[in-house]
């Protein structure tokens, strides 16, 4: 199987790939936590993202489309990518060149005044990247790692990511809308409660 997992930030992407990807044995695919560990490693891709980054812009298309050409597996969800109308067409033309077709663009639906709220207060853990809600206390209770704020969780820096959603990445839908693929799920409720909507769209998919 193959997804596109579309929704602003702070929409709860991260935290269903991983359980999408689990249930049905799909790659992660997650490029802000590619590129988080392209930075702190300090690789040429990492030196050119940082910038964009920290200022809640997207790194330039053709970089990040590279990056997830070279990684692509057979069954795979896309996680933040693709995040512009040239990458929806580079993964378009992608998907072509290697015979596969995508099955659902699954686009998580959270009211605005909700998603600031979740990104100005959320914790991540600094080890296995887990995202929780605030005022969580460390240490994780998954692997026992640290939890601290992400750098780009600032008010200014969520204004301009959000900025660049509305821009940007909304126009997707419409674009996958018209390719039969878009699939509109509510994103609010539980983790547990969004999987199973998740699930049961796919089902009908
Ligand atoms: P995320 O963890 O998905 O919120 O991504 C964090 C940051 O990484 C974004 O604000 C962008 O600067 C960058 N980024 C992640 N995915 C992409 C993408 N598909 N295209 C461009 N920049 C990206």
Redesign the pocket.
């Given at each position: 199987m193959r997804l596109v997992l579309l929704g602003p930030?702070g929409s709860g992407?991260?935290t269903q790939a991983v359980r999408l990807a689990q249930a049905f044995g799909l790659q992660h695919v997650?490029?802000?936590?590619i590129?988080?560990d392209e930075v702190a490693r300090q690789t040429d891709l990492g030196i050119k993202?940082k910038a964009?980054?920290d200022a809640?812009?997207?790194?330039p298309?053709q970089l990040?489309s590279d990056m997830i050409a070279g990684r692509l597996q057979a069954d795979f969800i896309l996680?933040?990518?693709?995040?512009?109308l040239p990458?929806a067409e580079s993964l378009t033309h992608l998907l072509k060149q290697k015979g596969w077709t995508l099955d659902a663009a699954l686009n998580l639906q959270v009211p605005e005044d909700e998603i600031v709220a979740r990104l100005s207060g959320r914790l991540v853990c600094l080890q296995c990247k887990t995202v929780f809600p605030a005022g969580t206390e460390s240490p994780c209770q998954k692997c026992g790692g640290k939890l601290g704020k992400r750098a780009?969780d600032n008010a200014n820096v969520i204004r301009e990511?959000l900025n660049?959603y509305h821009n940007t990445t909304k126009p997707l839908e419409n674009y996958y809308q018209k390719l039969g693929l878009l699939r509109e799920v509510p994103a609010v409720g539980s983790p547990d409660e969004i999987f199973k909507r998740l699930c049961a769209t796919l089902k009908r998919a």
């Open positions: 930030p992407k991260g997650a490029t802000g936590d590129l988080r993202a964009f980054m809640g812009q997207l790194v298309d990040v996680d933040g990518y693709p995040r512009s990458q780009d990511r660049v």
